[in-house]
């Protein structure tokens, strides 16, 4: 990517700033409006959904009851693509304005910063059939909002030992965290540490799942606020995970060079 001026290089905003200034309504508009759907964002949720099909043939149910997301910001597709795959969805944040717009969405109250049935119909058409009716996505957004109530909305800090406190000792089937560790960590040594830190939440031979950007250095939250990124490689993303007791050697993969997003799933030995 381009180098930035100094002037720009300042107005980079660091992990630290994520609590005061990340704003959850900028971002769900930038991301996950139907403009931003139709433009681009649909490219990234392709992966998930076919990692839950993977994960509906090679597991049996009693495998995969239980989901927490780390990371997922004030949004929801997580629950929406995995809706089929698990009977309890936990989804935890490090911000407290992104907890709240998921609160929000768990009591069904009107939002002006998104419609997710934008995003449900991208979802829907990766699974295959004829494109959904009105109905169809409402009858989605309720099962994925129903597995939420069933599981929780968690404060999450991937810097400390218990990242959900919450979820202090408890094992989950899946475990799942987008886009997360780049925008968290400062440098090699904080990224790897907090990888181990979320496999405390994931039972053995349960399944990880990972979206990570690749090979840059920031990345727009909405309203032109720029956040640091952890500059990642394919293969620190893969040692950090092996480290972390992860069998990435049959791991499903998808590297998308054009958008340099990579998606994984792979299991906790």
């Known amino acids: 990517m381009a180098e930035n001026s100094s002037e720009e290089q300042e107005a980079v905003l660091q992990p630290k700033d994520y609590c005061k200034l990340f704003d959850p309504d900028a971002y769900l508009q930038f991301y996950f409006s ?3 759907i139709e433009d681009g964002t649909r490219v990234s949720l392709f992966a998930l959904p076919v990692f839950a099909q993977i994960m509906i043939q090679q597991m049996r149910p009693t495998e995969r009851e239980t989901l927490l997301d780390i990371g997922a910001g004030p949004t929801v597709y997580s629950a929406l ?10 989804l935890a944040d490090y911000v407290e304005r992104n907890l709240e717009v998921l609160r929000k969405w768990v009591r069904k109250e009107p939002s002006e910063s998104v419609d997710w049935q ?4 991208v979802i829907k058409r990766t699974e295959g059939g004829p494109p959904p009716t009105n109905q169809v996505c409402e009858e989605v957004e309720e099962k994925a909002r ?25 094992l989950v089937d899946v475990l799942v ?3 997360t560790l780049e925008s968290a960590c400062k440098n090699y040594e904080e990224y790897r540490q907090c990888v181990k830190n979320m496999m405390r939440h994931l039972r053995s031979g349960g399944r990880f799942i990972i979206g990570s950007v690749l090979e840059d250095n920031v990345y727009n939250s909405g309203s032109k606020t720029i956040f640091h990124l952890l500059n990642l490689t394919e293969e620190i993303v893969i040692e950090a995970l092996e480290e972390a007791g992860l069998d ?13 997003v990579m998606f994984m799933m792979c299991t906790k030995n």
């Open 146 to 170: 129903g597995l939420v109530k069933s599981g929780g909305i968690h404060f999450a800090d991937v810097h400390q030992f218990d990242v959900v406190p919450e979820m202090q000792g408890v």
């Open 177 to 179: 965290s987008i886009f």
């Open 118 to 121: 934008p995003t449900i119909r």
């Open 81 to 90: 693509c995995f809706r089929d795959v698990c009977r309890q969805i936990h």
């Open 34 to 36: 139907q403009n931003a």
């Open 248 to 260: 990435t050697k049959n791991a499903k993969k998808y590297v998308l060079d054009g958008e340099g």
